[in-house]
Nanobody, 115 residues
Framework: QVQLVESGGGLVQAGGSLRLSCTAS????????MDWYRQGPGKQRELVAA???????NYADSVKGRFTISRDNAKNTVYLQMNSLKPEDTAVYYC?????????WGQGTQVTVSS
């Protein structure tokens, strides 16, 4: 079993920055994709950013140029640097990792952006 622990959420004013982290522990066999999702109030969960083991990245159009995903394979950790935050970025942010063929999710961390 693999456990994911997220940190870094909080309350920030519009235009501010936050950095989220997510670290995997447990019986890790080989993590491929590391992703960040979010679910805003009354909205469906959506993919925010993804990064492959080799470092290829993919972003939602709404965050391109503002958010940066990165990973440290030695630490089994993925990061999400969020700059120029907007009120519409308010959501619970979840990390997801694919270990071999199994998906694992974090518990979620709240990000609230005030106007």
């Amino acid at each position: 079993q693999v456990q994911l622990v997220e940190s870094g959420g909080g309350l920030v004013q519009a235009g501010g920055s936050l950095r989220l982290s997510c670290t995997a522990s447990g019986r890790i066999r080989g993590i491929n994709s590391m992703d960040w999702y979010r679910q805003g109030p009354g909205k469906q969960r959506e993919l925010v950013a993804a990064i492959s083991r080799g470092g290829s990245t993919n972003y939602a159009d709404s965050v391109k140029g503002r958010f940066t995903i990165s990973r440290d394979n030695a630490k089994n950790t993925v990061y999400l640097q969020m700059n120029s935050l907007k009120p519409e970025d308010t959501a619970v942010y979840y990390c997801k990792m694919i270990d071999r063929i199994t998906d694992y999710w974090g518990q979620g961390t709240q990000v609230t952006v005030s106007s």
